[in-house]
């Protein structure tokens, strides 16, 4: 990639999947313990959906395509891309179906912990669900 002129300042930075400036990206890689974590979550929260007081078709949405999706994902070399597009769709189905937090508060924690484990911001891929919190 070719260097662009810019300049970064910046202090100490930890922790894992950090990209810093222009192009940068980062890859995160969940390791087996995590990996179980994470499935053991998904499946929690196949339940929650399934009694869940949604219309069928945000069931239905959640189900056969965000859920598996991440399920997929959790295994890949890469599981952070799908796993935001599987909070972004869960977000985009409780805030079409105008979900109150009493009625979804199991999903959205269970949606928080699986954003937590796998290094993503529920706020910027999931601000409905962030907005419930």
């Known amino acids: 990639m070719p260097t662009q002129n810019s300049s970064i300042t910046t202090g100490n930075i930890t922790g894992s999947g950090i990209a810093v400036g222009p192009g940068a990206s980062a890859s995160i890689l969940i390791n087996e313990k995590a990996q179980q ?3 053991s979550l998904l499946a929690t929260l196949r339940e929650q959906v399934q009694q869940a007081d949604l219309p069928a078709g945000a069931k239905t949405v959640l ?13 890949s070399p890469d599981p952070k891309p799908a796993f935001e597009r599987g909070l972004e769709r869960i977000n985009d189905q409780l805030q079409g179906a ?3 937090a009493k009625s979804v508060s199991g999903i959205v924690d269970t949606v928080s ?4 484990a796998v290094g993503i911001a529920v706020k910027v891929v999931a601000p409905f669900i962030a907005g419930l919190l």
Do not use: F, H, Q, Y
Not at 63 to 69: F, G, H, Q
Not at 113 to 116: C, D
């Open 37 to 39: 974590d994470v499935l």
């Open 63 to 75: 189900l056969d395509k965000a859920v598996p999706e991440m399920e997929t994902a959790v295994r």
């Open 98 to 100: 105008g979900a109150a």
């Open 113 to 116: 912990k699986i954003a937590g």
